[in-house]
């Protein structure tokens, strides 16, 4: 009976990263990103927008 108090109110703590990226596709600076970038994977990088683009083409 004590499910009020998980975590001590971490669980929906959202981190940002931050650093100096861009986009791989419209060139677009990076500041931020929602988590940790594989640094094997930061010229595949995606700015919020495109990214955006990319999630829906793949929903149909
Ligand atoms: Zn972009």
Same mark, same amino acid.
């Given at each position: 009976? +004590? $499910? =009020?108090? #998980?975590?001590?109110?971490? +669980? $929906? =703590?959202? #981190?940002?990263?931050?650093?100096?990226?861009?986009c791989?596709k419209c060139?677009t600076?990076?500041?931020?990103?929602?988590?940790?970038?594989?640094?094997?994977?930061?010229?595949?990088?995606?700015c919020?927008?495109?990214?955006?683009?990319?999630?829906?083409?793949?929903?149909?």
């Open positions: 009976m +004590s $499910f =009020d108090q #998980q975590g001590g109110g971490r +669980s $929906f =703590d959202r #981190q940002m990263y931050k650093g100096d990226w861009q791989a060139g600076p990076i500041t931020e990103l929602p988590f940790e970038p594989d640094p094997s994977r930061l010229d595949k990088l995606l919020r927008q495109c990214h955006q683009e990319r999630v829906r083409s793949f929903r149909r």
